[in-house]
């Protein structure tokens, strides 16, 4: 079936680091793919998706190219903040479908 | 972005009893209700999908029986954890979208429930 393997952290960068969460899947059709961000307290949002290879998604700051070739999804931002630090996920869902699949998360904690 | 509540935050219980959480759409109809269920450092687990006004339809090896999902008007969806054991401890999330096709999702807070 389809997964979503995704970075473990937790990732700890200082303020204006560059971010990288890596994001792979596996998937038996051309799915839609996601980043989710979680912020303490707070329910999942939607960051950014891609619907095609190599789309681009991007909002925040944050951006994640749709990789056909290595199945792949990473998330990068060229300056983090402290108001970045939230846990990240990953997720896919196949033909329009709105389930989705996910990865374990990622846990970011932006130090000033 | 549209809200969706999820109550309660958190919630002790004793094994054998039941437990109901909801969900509910603040500012939106919502066609569809995904209740998932996440492990420490797991993943979230999609549990079931629910239509309004229709029987939900459960993953493989969800029990169905035990995890009662009612989705009984267009802004709320239940889960009862039925005979709640310690193995059901877990954080259980739900998610809600307005129609088919690529459309968003919004999620719930969560809900921790702790069987003792």
């Known amino acids: 079936g389809d997964s979503v393997t995704q ?4 990732v700890t960068l200082s303020e204006e680091a560059f971010l990288t969460i890596n994001c792979t899947y596996t998937a038996t059709g051309y799915p839609s793919l996601f980043w989710y961000v979680q912020y303490p307290g707070e329910g999942l949002q939607l960051l950014l998706k891609a619907t095609k290879a190599d789309d681009k998604g991007s909002n925040k700051g944050f951006e ?18 402290v108001s970045d630090s939230a846990v990240y ?3 896919l869902s196949e033909g329009g479908s709105e389930k989705l699949v996910f990865g374990k998360g990622t846990k970011l904690t932006v130090n000033p | 972005g549209a809200v969706v509540s999820q109550h309660p935050s958190w919630v002790i219980c004793k094994s054998g009893t039941s437990v109901k959480i909801e969900c509910r759409s603040l500012d939106f109809q ?4 995904f209740w998932y269920r996440q492990f420490p450092k797991q993943s979230l687990m999609l549990m079931a ?9 459960y993953e493989q090896g969800v029990e169905k029986d035990k995890f009662l999902i009612n989705h009984a008007s267009l802004t709320l969806s239940t889960l009862t ?17 307005i129609g088919l096709g690529d459309t968003e999702a919004f999620f719930g807070q969560g809900t921790r429930l702790t069987v003792v």
């Open chain 1, 7 to 10: 970075m473990e952290g937790p």
């Open chain 1, 64 to 81: 994640a190219t749709y990789r056909k070739e290595t199945t792949s999804f990473h998330l990068e931002k060229g300056s983090v903040q």
């Open chain 1, 89 to 91: 996920f990953c997720a």
């Open chain 2, 30 to 33: 919502a066609t569809t209700m």
């Open chain 2, 49 to 57: 999908t629910s239509n309004e006004g229709s029987k939900a339809t």
């Open chain 2, 81 to 97: 954890v039925t005979s709640a054991h310690p193995e059901d401890s877990s954080f259980y999330i739900c998610s809600a979208s």
